[in-house]
């Protein structure tokens, strides 16, 4: 047992042998550490590479193709509601009162009715004609 405040002695280290010398040649030099890193830093880009294509690409597509359908549906209402303005105003043309009001802007008379057409007045300005020049084409 040690007393106290004595030093105790120091306690030595198992010395280990020296390796011995081989003459085997190495012909590959061991991978080291570092390249082992960088392997599994181009496995996870690869990865991470191959994620992009498998979720991206197609989440792009998703949303390109929705906002094609949403144009094409705001596209659709506009031609029904023209679809249904251009059948309202066949209905319209087909009905006899606006045969009659066409037929009568082109000058057609019903079956013995008499055509009246109105002349325009002649106009009552006259027209002078402008002063005959000097023969001596001089002036005062």
Known sequence: MAERGRPQPARKKPVRPAPKATAKPTSKPKPTRRSGGAVRLAAASVVLVGLLFAFVY??????????????????????????????????????????????????????????FVIIPAPSTATTTAPPPADASGGGP
């Open 58 to 115: 197609p989440t792009r597509t998703f949303l390109d193709q929705r906002s094609q359908t949403q144009k094409a549906r705001t596209q659709l209402d506009i031609l029904q509601s023209e679809n249904a303005r251009l059948a309202r105003e066949a209905k319209r043309l087909q009905g006899s009162a606006e045969i009659e009001r066409r037929a009568r802007q082109y000058g057609l008379v019903k079956p013995g009715e008499r055509p």
